[in-house]
């Protein structure tokens, strides 16, 4: 599959510039809209796991869901931009440049053209109970260690999810978050912390903002 980016900035068609020995979170989402959530998971990763950056990397397209309507990539990233303001969030579309649809096979590109840099996947808790649907999920957990940041009405999936289960040995308490990104995978952490309500489906549908209000209908 080729993906249609036009109208996107070369330089955020390239992996952001990173140095060995660099810890790194990559964030991957559609970002439709970005959302002060988004903003919240990036702080969290970035303090307690002592993160030099963080990556938000806007994908073409989810292929666990339908992508009729999704804004063009563009777009999306320019939202991402002018939310942002932390200069330690890279905003990233490499994944169009290299036609890459899954995460496992965005992780391994990774891996592979940044050695010595030592990289967490970052998911949100709500992305738990289908984590074993995605390709290669045992994969991904091999690759690079894994933060779960929680959210709303998810706190408790890790107890229950396939992934958890599966990898229960390799869990780390989230006191120890800053050790992860030196940890060899498997190894992952349930972070806890301000939750955010917001949703990028509630936001398109016009029962948010961006910001965090509620829009009041009538």
Not at 22 to 29: E, K, S
Request: net charge neutral.
């Amino acid at each position: 599959m080729t993906f249609d980016h036009e109208g996107v900035d070369s330089a955020t068609l390239r992996m952001p510039h990173v140095e060995p020995g660099m810890a790194v979170g990559l964030f991957g989402g559609t970002f439709n809209p970005p959302h002060d959530g988004h903003l919240l998971v990036a702080e969290l990763a970035l303090r307690r796991m002592a993160l030099d950056q963080v990556w938000w990397m806007v994908t073409p397209g989810n292929p666990l869901k339908h992508n009729d309507g999704l804004p063009p990539l563009a777009d999306r990233i320019a939202w991402c931009e002018r939310m942002n303001e932390d200069p330690r969030v890279r905003i990233t579309a490499f994944e169009a440049r290299y036609n890459v649809q899954y995460t496992a096979q965005t992780l391994a590109l990774v891996k592979a053209r940044n050695p010595g840099v030592r990289f967490v996947w970052i998911m949100g808790a709500d992305n738990l109970a289908t984590f074993h649907h995605w390709q290669n999920w045992r994969g991904i957990a091999m690759t690079f260690p894994i933060a779960v940041i929680d959210r709303p009405g998810s706190t408790l999936s890790f107890l229950s999810s396939v992934m958890a289960k599966t990898f229960a040995h390799a869990r780390i308490d989230e006191s120890d978050a800053a050790l992860l990104a030196h940890l060899r995978p498997p190894a992952w952490t349930f972070i806890h912390g301000p939750r955010s309500p917001l949703s990028s489906t509630a936001i398109r549908a016009g029962t948010q903002t961006a910001r965090g209000s509620d829009v009041a209908s009538g």
